[in-house]
C-alpha cells in the first residue's frame, strides 16, 4: 500500500487547512486510518484515527473540537480538516494505515500501523 499525503502548508492562526491521504495499491478490504504529527525535535504524537465505516472517530486532546477526521471509500481518501489552527499545531503531518484497525479504541500507538505516508508540513504562523 502507498499513502500520499497532500494538503500542507502556511497558515495563520486562527485558520484552516484540509489534508488530504490517498491510499493505493493492495489492501486489506476494510482498514483503519490514523493521522499523527511529529514536531521539530519532538516524538511522532498521534492526532486522530477513524474506522472503516467511519462510524468509530478518535482524536487527541489536544485537537479535540478543532479537527475533524473523515474519510471517503469510493476515493481511497482519508480526510483531516483542521481548524481554528495554533502555532502548536506546526508540525509535518503523517498519515497511516492500520489493516486490523477494529475502531474498538483509538490505536494512538504508531507501531500499530502497517503503512504510512511521506508527511504533510503545516506551518502556523502566530
Known amino acids: 500500500v502507498q499513502l500520499q499525503a497532500s494538503g500542507g502548508g502556511l497558515v495563520q492562526a486562527g485558520g484552516s487547512l484540509r489534508l488530504s491521504c490517498a491510499a493505493s495499491?493492495?489492501?486489506?478490504?476494510?482498514?483503519?486510518m490514523g493521522w499523527f504529527r511529529q514536531a521539530p525535535g519532538k516524538e511522532r504524537d498521534f492526532v486522530a484515527s477513524?474506522?472503516?465505516?467511519?462510524?468509530?472517530?478518535y482524536y487527541a486532546d489536544s485537537v479535540k473540537g478543532r479537527f475533524t477526521i473523515s474519510r471517503d471509500n469510493a476515493k481511497n481518501t482519508v480526510y483531516l480538516q483542521m481548524n481554528s489552527l495554533k502555532p502548536e499545531d506546526t508540525a509535518v503531518y503523517y498519515c497511516?494505515?492500520?489493516?486490523?484497525?477494529?475502531?474498538?479504541?483509538?490505536?494512538?500507538?504508531?507501531?500499530?500501523?502497517?503503512?504510512w505516508g511521506q508527511g504533510t508540513l503545516v506551518t502556523v504562523s502566530s
Open positions: 495499491g493492495p489492501a486489506s478490504s476494510s482498514y483503519g
Open positions: 477513524i474506522s472503516w465505516s467511519g462510524g468509530n472517530t
Open positions: 497511516a494505515l492500520d489493516t486490523n484497525y477494529s475502531g474498538s479504541y483509538n490505536y494512538s500507538w504508531a507501531f500499530e500501523y502497517d503503512s
